[in-house]
């Protein structure tokens, strides 16, 4: 199996996580037409219209397609309900290219930890399936919650900067650093079917 079949899903201790795929719109709808969701993850404040959710699906699709890893929906384990989106993408940020990794959850799953479930499956993708040596997170300033999320995995506040024209705060992680948290189970395992600025 290749690496970006692994990738394609992930499973953690309360997550799957699967390659994001068209069938999962009117999921990404509801979670990014949330205006607690796209307080602090859209570049306005406000929610994006269906179309721009469905232009950027297809923006994520074609990540996969051409790096073979890339954003996941996060569905609970149990229930099989989506609670969120996150994973590793492509990204030109403080001037460089970089690899980041991003997350949105559920409101009402919110402080439940599972952002930072999904962001050590994330690392684990990026330093055990990738083999890259570096990634990023980066937020705005105010936002807290992401912020402790990138702590708690691992990530390291490096500086402020400038990104779209907005301060943002930059968080690095390298390969061979431990994260402040014990990492949960992640399975990969095949398939099982076939803008924001973080
Ligand atoms: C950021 C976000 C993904 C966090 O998801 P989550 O599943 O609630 O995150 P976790 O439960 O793993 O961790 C959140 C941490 O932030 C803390 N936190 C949350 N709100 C906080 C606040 N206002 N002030 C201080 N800490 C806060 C929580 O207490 C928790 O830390 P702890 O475990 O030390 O108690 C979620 O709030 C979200 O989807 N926000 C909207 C989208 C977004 O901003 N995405 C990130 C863009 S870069």
Same mark, same amino acid.
């Given at each position: 199996m290749s690496v970006a079949e692994r990738l394609a899903h992930v499973e953690t201790e309360r997550l799957v996580c699967e390659r994001?795929?068209?069938?999962?719109a009117s999921e990404l709808i509801s979670l990014h037409r949330d205006p607690r969701v796209a307080r602090t993850l859209e570049l306005t404040g406000e929610p994006p219209s269906q179309a721009q959710i469905f232009e950027r699906l297809s923006a994520k699709i074609a990540h996969w397609e051409r790096y073979g890893f890339g954003l996941w929906l996060l569905? =609970?384990?149990?229930?099989?309900a989506m609670v969120g989106r996150g994973g590793l993408q492509h990204t030109f940020v403080a001037g460089r290219a970089e690899i980041e990794v991003g997350w949105a959850i559920v409101p009402a799953r919110w402080g439940q930890g599972l952002a930072t479930e999904m962001a050590h499956a994330a690392v684990a993708a990026a330093f =055990?399936?990738?083999?890259?040596r570096e990634i990023v997170a980066f937020t705005l300033p105010h936002n807290t919650a992401s912020r402790r999320v990138m702590e708690k995995a691992g990530f390291v506040f490096e500086r402020s900067i400038i990104h779209v024209g907005m301060q943002h705060v930059l968080y690095r992680r390298h390969v061979g650093e431990p994260g402040r948290e014990v990492a949960p189970m992640v399975t990969l395992s095949r398939p099982t079917s076939g803008r924001s600025h973080c």
């Amino acid at each position: 199996m290749s690496v970006a079949e692994r990738l394609a899903h992930v499973e953690t201790e309360r997550l799957v996580c699967e390659r994001l795929r068209s069938e999962h719109a009117s999921e990404l709808i509801s979670l990014h037409r949330d205006p607690r969701v796209a307080r602090t993850l859209e570049l306005t404040g406000e929610p994006p219209s269906q179309a721009q959710i469905f232009e950027r699906l297809s923006a994520k699709i074609a990540h996969w397609e051409r790096y073979g890893f890339g954003l996941w929906l996060l569905r =609970d384990r149990r229930s099989g309900a989506m609670v969120g989106r996150g994973g590793l993408q492509h990204t030109f940020v403080a001037g460089r290219a970089e690899i980041e990794v991003g997350w949105a959850i559920v409101p009402a799953r919110w402080g439940q930890g599972l952002a930072t479930e999904m962001a050590h499956a994330a690392v684990a993708a990026a330093f =055990d399936e990738l083999a890259l040596r570096e990634i990023v997170a980066f937020t705005l300033p105010h936002n807290t919650a992401s912020r402790r999320v990138m702590e708690k995995a691992g990530f390291v506040f490096e500086r402020s900067i400038i990104h779209v024209g907005m301060q943002h705060v930059l968080y690095r992680r390298h390969v061979g650093e431990p994260g402040r948290e014990v990492a949960p189970m992640v399975t990969l395992s095949r398939p099982t079917s076939g803008r924001s600025h973080c």
